[in-house]
């Protein structure tokens, strides 16, 4: 890792806690707006550390970016929470692109760059 890029990821890593200090949730409830503080600090210590032995820049890189777009995706939406991806299970591809490795290259394509972290079910 660069020191260019350990500065960005450590910045982020703060700016996050610091959306999350001011957070105020869409509802206005305060209960609420615990709880999406609370989940901005999680997920953000889980992703974090769950990447901190990272060594390839462009992973790296990539992490970088989709922290960037899920900030600005929360901060629009006043929603903390990730958007759904809604893709039928063998719904990409023609008649003669039907095999699983296919199909399953073309979900990892399709999945928007604010969703890489997330595990699929």
């Given at each position: 890792?660069?020191?260019?890029?350990?500065?960005?990821?450590?910045?982020?890593?703060?700016?996050?806690?610091?959306?999350?200090?001011?957070?105020?949730?869409?509802?206005?409830?305060?209960?609420?707006?615990?709880?999406?503080?609370?989940?901005?600090?999680?997920?953000?210590?889980?992703?974090?550390?769950?990447?901190?032995d990272l060594t390839d820049l462009e992973e790296?890189?990539?992490?970088?970016?989709?922290?960037h777009a899920r900030i600005e995706m929360g901060?629009?939406?006043?929603?903390?929470?990730?958007?759904?991806?809604?893709?039928?299970?063998?719904?990409?591809?023609?008649?003669?692109?039907?095999?699983?490795?296919?199909?399953?290259?073309?979900?990892?394509?399709?999945?928007p760059v604010y969703l890489q972290s997330q595990?699929?079910?």
């Amino acid at each position: 890792m660069t020191a260019a890029t350990r500065w960005e990821a450590l910045s982020l890593y703060s700016k996050i806690f610091r959306i999350a200090r001011t957070w105020q949730s869409l509802s206005g409830l305060t209960d609420e707006t615990m709880k999406e503080k609370q989940y901005i600090i999680t997920e953000a210590r889980a992703l974090f550390r769950k990447n901190k032995d990272l060594t390839d820049l462009e992973e790296i890189k990539q992490c970088i970016k989709e922290c960037h777009a899920r900030i600005e995706m929360g901060l629009h939406y006043r929603i903390p929470y990730p958007r759904p991806m809604h893709l039928p299970p063998m719904g990409l591809g023609g008649k003669k692109e039907r095999k699983l490795r296919t199909q399953e290259r073309l979900r990892k394509i399709a999945k928007p760059v604010y969703l890489q972290s997330q595990e699929e079910t």
